[in-house]
């Protein structure tokens, strides 16, 4: 689920990024709270940051004593990615292995399909494996799936999410294969 949310951030310039034009330390401003935002990557609580949508403040610079840094307090509206328990999503298969295979969705890298929540779908070995059902519906390697998620478990180490994913429900499934892209 996309989240619009408002933030507080810190932006930290040093002395050499200064200009005397306001323009310029806007810009510079800017620059550097789009890179920071980018490096951070996600939280538990909003998920994966997507995009900085408007900035609503930028507040009076303090000078740090021991560098000589300028730190901004600032405050944007920013676009989030996070998925929840029951949600309905499309994810693409990027792996297959004999007991499921593994989806990217967005941001996500990791939701996990186990075979025991694909209903009479049977795996198939070979030199690209893939699951069959009786309808000749088939889940390989970069099929785009429709998912609902069972679970979900954020990693700090990492800063992502990983979620279990199950096909038992009505409308879920593949979408479409490579071929029909």
């Not at 810009?27 to 550097?32: D, Y």
């Not at 004593?65 to 676009?79: E, N």
């Not at 795996?123 to 088939?138: A, H, I, Q, R, W």
Request: aromatic content about 10%; proline content about 5%; glycine content about 8%.
């Amino acid at each position: 689920m996309f989240l619009k949310v408002q933030l507080p951030w810190n932006v930290i310039l040093s002395p050499e990024s200064l200009e005397a034009s306001d323009l310029k330390l806007q810009e510079s401003i800017i620059i550097r709270l789009l890179d920071d935002f980018a490096a951070k990557k996600a939280t538990k609580d909003l998920g994966y940051y997507i995009a900085v949508t408007t900035l609503k403040r930028i507040g009076e610079g303090k000078v740090r004593q021991h560098t000589g840094d300028v730190l901004f307090p600032v405050v944007f509206s920013a676009l989030t990615f996070k998925i929840c328990k029951g949600e309905i999503l499309e994810g693409v298969v990027h792996k297959v292995m004999k007991h499921g295979v593994f989806l990217r969705c967005g941001p996500v890298e990791s939701l996990y399909l186990t075979n025991l929540k694909m209903p009479d779908y049977r795996y198939v070995p070979g030199e690209n494996p893939y699951f069959l059902n009786d309808k000749m519906s088939k889940i390989g390697k970069d099929v785009v799936v429709r998912f609902v998620v069972i679970g979900t478990k954020w990693m700090e180490a990492d800063r992502e999410f990983q979620a279990l994913v199950s096909l038992e429900g009505d409308y879920l499934g593949p979408v479409s294969s490579p071929a029909e892209i």
